[in-house]
Structures are given as structure tokens and as C-alpha cells.
Antibody, heavy 121, light 112 residues
Framework: EVQLLESGGGLVQPGGSLRLSCAAS????????MTWVRQAPGKGLEWVSG????????DYADSVKGRFTISRDNSKNTLYLQMNSLRAEDTALYYC??????????????WGQGTMVTVSS | DIVMTQTPLSSPVTLGQPASISCVSS???????????LSWLHQRPGQPPRLLIY???NRFSGVPDRFSGSGAGTDFTLKISRVEAEDVGVYYC?????????FGQGTKLEIK
């Protein structure tokens, strides 16, 4: 069974940093693109960032470009999201999700339970 | 950015009756590779989203056949042939044809 387990969320002050992790199991991790999607409390889904199976391609939403960095360690089956210069509007539940494809984003077929990030002073 | 507009935003449905959700994109979702990367997801309260349909009409593994997707270009539809109690929640369409990848606002399905 494919499982994704996010960690690293928490309360951080505006301007602070956090690194989210997503540990994957039950799949050939390097064969799939991965993505981060967030959901602010009571709101809809917002795509944040994506990365190809090899890590050679990455992409970001304009709202996080220059502040967030996506990466992956295929030897550890783990996806990361380094979040810097955090703002109140980054407060959300952050999901990692697996894509059905390897080289780009197509459809997100497996989702983790999410990790909550709260940016507040 | 491609804007995804869903209607209705709320849909009260009687158990056993059909339901339909529309999703209209602000640009064609036909990719240069010939595929259309339009998917549908379902999110129950307190749960992560789960994939129902990908590339317009392909049901994901384990999804009941009462769910079907159709459409082309900019107009897409999710249909539930007979609503069951477990179908409550919010349904989202999503496009992955062009970055940034965008979701519809969500349609809340509830039982009358």
C-alpha cells in the first residue's frame, strides 16, 4: 500500500522558516513526480509546488516563488518543502501528493494526511 | 492563470438520485501532447482529497462506476448516477495542462 506521511509543520512567526518533509512508502519513489498542495482553514485547494521524479524539473506557484524550495531525496524516499520568509497568508494544511506521471504533473492520485503550518506572532 | 469555475457551489441531493457538477476553464485544457489534464477529486470532512477521475473520463482505481466524467476543451462534467451517503463532501476539478495548476472553488454535495 502506498503511503505518504508529512511532518514538520508548526507555529512560526512571520518572516520565519520551516522545512516540511513527506516520507513515502510502498512505491518506487523515483518513478513519480510529487507535489505540495495547501488548504487554508475553511478554504479550497491551492497548488504550491511540484517536482519531477528525478528532481530535474521543479515548478512553483507565483505566491511562493522565491520563498519556497521543493526538493527530494530518492535514496530516502522523501519529499521536502523548505519555506522561508513565511507570511500569515501561508497558514494552511500542507498536503504532499504523488502524481500518476514521472516527468511532470498530470493528476494527483495519492495524498498524505497533511501537516499544519500556522504563521502568527 | 487558468481559472476553473464550478457550478453549482452547493448541491443538495436525495439519496439514490443523480447529481451533476460542471467545471468550466477560462482556456482550453487540450495540451500540445494531445491529452487533456482535467481531473476530479473528492474531499470528505476532515480527510485529504482523493482522486476520482483523471484525463477527463478515466476512473481511478477503486472508484465506483457510478462516477463518470465527460467533456472537452473548456467544459467538463462530473456525474454521479445514484448518490450514496458516502458521497457527501466537496468535489474539486483541477487542471494540470498549464502551470500554475489550478483548482475549482469546490462544490459541496449534501444529502437532502
Amino acid at each position: 500500500e502506498v503511503q505518504l506521511l508529512e511532518s514538520g509543520g508548526g507555529l512560526v512567526q512571520p518572516g520565519g522558516s520551516l522545512r516540511l518533509s513527506c516520507a513515502a512508502s510502498g512505491l518506487f519513489f523515483h518513478n513519480y513526480a510529487m507535489t505540495w498542495v495547501r488548504q487554508a482553514p475553511g478554504k479550497g485547494l491551492e497548488w504550491v509546488s511540484g517536482i519531477s521524479g528525478s528532481g530535474g524539473w521543479t515548478d512553483y506557484a507565483d505566491s511562493v516563488k522565491g520563498r519556497f524550495t521543493i526538493s527530494r531525496d530518492n535514496s530516502k524516499n522523501t519529499l521536502y518543502l523548505q519555506m522561508n520568509s513565511l507570511r500569515a497568508e501561508d497558514t494552511a494544511l500542507y498536503y504532499c501528493a504523488k502524481d500518476v506521471a514521472r516527468d511532470w504533473l498530470n493528476a494527483f492520485d495519492i495524498w498524505g494526511q497533511g501537516t499544519m503550518v500556522t504563521v502568527s506572532s | 492563470d487558468i481559472v476553473m469555475t464550478q457550478t453549482p457551489l452547493s448541491s443538495p441531493v436525495t439519496l439514490g438520485q443523480p447529481a451533476s457538477i460542471s467545471c468550466v476553464s477560462s482556456q482550453s485544457l487540450l495540451h500540445s501532447d494531445g491529452s487533456t489534464y482535467l481531473s476530479w477529486l473528492h474531499q470528505r470532512p476532515g480527510q485529504p482529497p482523493r482522486l476520482l477521475i483523471y484525463k477527463i473520463s478515466n476512473r481511478f482505481s477503486g472508484v465506483p462506476d457510478r462516477f463518470s466524467g465527460s467533456g472537452a476543451g473548456t467544459d467538463f462534467t462530473l456525474k454521479i448516477s445514484r448518490v450514496e451517503a458516502e458521497d457527501v463532501g466537496v468535489y474539486y476539478c483541477m487542471q494540470a495542462t498549464q502551470s500554475p495548476y489550478t483548482f475549482g472553488q469546490g462544490t459541496k454535495l449534501e444529502i437532502k
